[in-house]
């Protein structure tokens, strides 16, 4: 019985044990050789200090390394902290100091922005993959070391310890870790491979990076089946026509991305010059799949089922629907569907009571897949729970989505939106209200506001400047660019005299979005 | 008739190296100063796979040769093989029909 998430990669290394894990480009990893590295790395960490209970963090692109680095960790008795590689050191600075890590697992390749964060934040010690670092008191140990490291059995721990922690941008600027255990990451791999019916003979396509938390499908679900990951390179993401002849190529049978990767496939992946009949589940989730879209691939695959697959980050997934006919001419929104069996959903209104049947709320969730809640947070942690009493001193607790939905009958939730202002874009959550906080940071802004264009789905910004500033808008965007990720940077950032403002004398960002959209960027 | 052909074949030869070679410097200078922050590249440097160009640098440098050599690049020709290297792309560029 697998207990803990890295215990799939052992089971199947010796059911079947040269059974490609992992794949590449022209590298693959079979389970063996998987157990036997991962064994390696987590001894390696064990000998600098790292034990149950502590971070590390994953510095990686999109490798072989990043999955040996995430079950060593896993094995070591740590949590996994994915650090996304192209964000700006300041930002991946503050989750290190905000969850305590220091140590690194990395590679050469990683080198020159590495080097940025170890000068600019000291409490790294440690840095797994590299052969040297230019910083004084850093122990290193390149991946050649790691590979002839002594095998050693895991650190004991148990599935309630915490296993993995994905951040995602927070409303105060501060950015939320989101801490899964060994149990809610398993629960899920376990609900979803039974949903899709994963088996060893499957081939996942790993379009998400790691740092984005759809990855764990790639990562978890599959390694629990015995199937293969194919690794999708970051260059393929932005040339479809290249990435559709790689999921040829490797003959990919269950695919899960954000609506996004897919419209561009279909838009510029030349697929009718490509056989994709081995695609036999088509998964999306994080934001709602345009049914225009949707309906012309589904016509370009028709072998292929196609699901959607709902669930915040902090409850990993918990709703689907699968569309098994096709959509209707004026079909407006994809349902996300019902609730997974292991999960429980209620709708409620802004006073925690249960709306009636047909009427909207917000979804609660109750799962074995919530995490334990967010990283060295105690106030959102107190706020993002509800609890629905048993019995004296014995509650349910409930995860607070913040999605607005309604129950439209037949097993069809319909999500409508956020109940507070963070968005979804091309499957990245962005808090608007973060832009604003890190715009009006700057010295010479007044106000600030960040707002939706509909019509385009994207970003703008709006800021007022105190009198006599000369700032514009390009030294506005490098400000934001070092303190945001790069998918929240608003793509125009205007500089205005005056903003729109409701009754209550608010921003009214509402009016901002109408007032520019359609027009120029500045 | 055989000489004529072999002189053809080897202005032929000679004009697209020419050319070939002053796209080079144009390519190379820009991925160098506008997207790696000056640091110099060699002609048959890896720039996808190696991860030197993210994928903004990737679109900017589409962009950019559309741009200087008034063409159009069809989605299906924006592939890993035509743009991994300064070598890759004057290659694609003399395989277009439309190159001078």
């Known amino acids: 019985m697998i207990k803990l998430l890295y215990e799939s990669v052992d089971h199947w290394a010796k059911q079947s044990p040269d059974k490609e894990a992992f794949c590449y480009l022209d590298q693959s990893i079979t389970y063996r050789e998987l157990s036997h590295l991962t064994s390696r790395l987590a001894g390696v960490l064990m000998a600098n200090g790292i034990k149950r209970g502590d971070r590390v963090g994953v510095f990686l692109a999109k490798s072989l390394e990043s999955t040996i680095a995430i079950y060593g960790i896993m094995k070591a008795g740590a949590a996994f902290v994915p650090l996304d590689p192209a964000a700006s050191p300041e930002r991946l600075g503050g989750m290190i100091n905000h969850c305590g890590i220091n140590c690194l697992i990395s590679h050469p390749d990683m080198q020159t922005k590495l080097q940025d964060i170890l000068t600019s934040f000291d409490d790294i010690t440690c840095v797994i993959g590299v052969n040297s670092v230019d910083a004084p008191d850093i122990q290193t140990m390149d991946w050649d070391q790691v590979a002839h490291a002594p095998i050693v059995p895991p650190a004991r721990i148990i599935a309630q310890d915490i296993a993995y922690i994905m951040y995602t941008s927070g409303s105060t600027g501060a950015p939320k870790g989101i801490t899964h255990t060994h149990a809610s990451g398993l629960a899920y791999a376990h609900a979803i491979t039974e949903l899709y019916d994963v088996q060893p003979a499957d081939r996942f396509g790993n379009h998400a990076p790691l740092h984005f938390d759809i990855s764990t499908f790639d990562y978890f679900a599959a390694p629990l089946r015995g199937a293969t990951t194919v690794i999708i390179p970051e260059p393929y993401m932005k040339m479809p026509a290249s990435l559709s002849e790689l999921m040829e190529k490797e003959r990919l049978t269950l695919w899960f991305s954000a609506p996004n990767a897919l419209i561009q496939l279909l838009l510029n992946g030349v697929l009718e010059a490509r056989d994709l009949q081995s695609l036999r589940w088509v998964i999306f989730g994080g934001e709602p799949f345009p049914p225009k879209y949707l309906s012309a691939l589904m016509t370009q695959w028709p072998q292929a089922r196609f699901s959607n697959s709902y669930g915040p980050a902090e409850v990993n997934m918990c709703s689907y629907y699968h569309i098994d006919a096709p959509l209707a001419k004026d079909a407006d929104a994809i349902p996300i569907g019902r609730m997974w069996d292991i999960a429980e959903g209620v709708i409620v209104d802004e006073m925690d009571r249960p709306v009636a049947q047909g009427e909207q709320g917000e979804l609660l969730v109750r799962a074995p897949t919530r995490m334990r809640g967010y990283w060295n947070a105690p106030e959102l942690n107190a706020n993002c729970f509800y609890t629905r009493p048993v019995s004296a001193g014995i509650n349910d607790i409930f995860y607070r989505t913040g999605d607005i939905v309604v129950d439209a009958g037949e097993n069809r939730l319909m999500f409508l939106g956020r109940k507070d202002r963070q968005i979804k874009l091309r499957g990245y959550r962005i808090e608007l209200d973060e832009i604003e906080y890190v715009l009006a940071t700057h010295p010479d802004v007044e106000e600030a506001a960040a707002y939706m264009i509909v019509s385009g789905a994207f970003i703008e910004a709006a800021v007022t400047i105190k009198t006599g500033s000369e700032l514009n808008t390009a030294a506005l965007t490098d400000y934001c660019m070092a303190k945001l990720p790069n998918y929240a940077i608003p793509k125009t950032i205007r500089i205005i005299e005056v903003f729109p403002r409701t009754t209550s004398q608010k921003i009214d960002r509402r009016v901002l979005g109408q007032m520019y959209d359609g027009a120029k960027d500045v | ?100």
Do not use: W
């Open chain 2, 1 to 100: 008739m055989k000489i004529l052909a072999f002189i053809s074949v080897l202005s032929k030869y000679t004009r697209m190296n020419i050319i070939g070679n002053a796209d080079k410097s144009v390519i190379s200078d820009f991925i160098c100063e506008k997207l790696l922050n000056n640091r110099s590249i060699e002609s048959d440097e890896n720039l996808l796979l190696s991860g030197l160009l993210d994928s903004l640098g990737i679109v900017k440098l589409m962009l950019f040769l559309e741009e200087k050599f008034s063409i159009t690049i069809p989605p299906q020709d924006v592939t890993i093989t035509n743009m991994a290297s300064v070598d890759a792309i004057v290659g694609y560029l003399d395989k277009r029909p439309d190159h001078p």
